[in-house]
């Protein structure tokens, strides 16, 4: 299990925040990934046009997991709607 942050983008409209984050969490817990720490970090600009929105609600999530299980998790996180963008990174140390 390696440590990891995972940043995502979601829109500003609450519903389709709500969906997309329990979708999210649903998809985590089924891959086996530990949720260590949440920061809500708000809504901000965008720096540029995503999905025709130009703000999102940003969330980093650090979590334990395994390193095959961030390519299915690639593949999952592009079919939700719900998502602007998202992007993993490994945490050294």
């Known amino acids: 299990m390696r440590l990891y942050e995972l940043m995502v983008i ?3 409209e609450e519903d389709q925040y709500q969906a997309g984050r329990e979708l999210l ?3 985590l817990n089924a891959n ?3 949720i260590e720490k949440t920061d809500e970090i708000g809504d901000r600009d965008l ?3 995503v999905k ?3 703000r999102g609600r ?28 998202y992007l993993f990174v490994r945490v050294e140390g």
């Open 47 to 49: 720096a540029y046009e």
């Open 58 to 85: 940003y969330v980093l999530f650090t979590l334990k997991l395994d390193p095959a299980a961030v390519t299915a998790l690639d593949r999952i996180f592009k079919l939700n709607a719900n998502l602007l963008k």
């Open 52 to 54: 025709k929105r130009r």
């Open 32 to 34: 086996g990934a530990g």
């Open 10 to 12: 979601f829109p500003l």
């Open 25 to 27: 969490l649903s998809d």
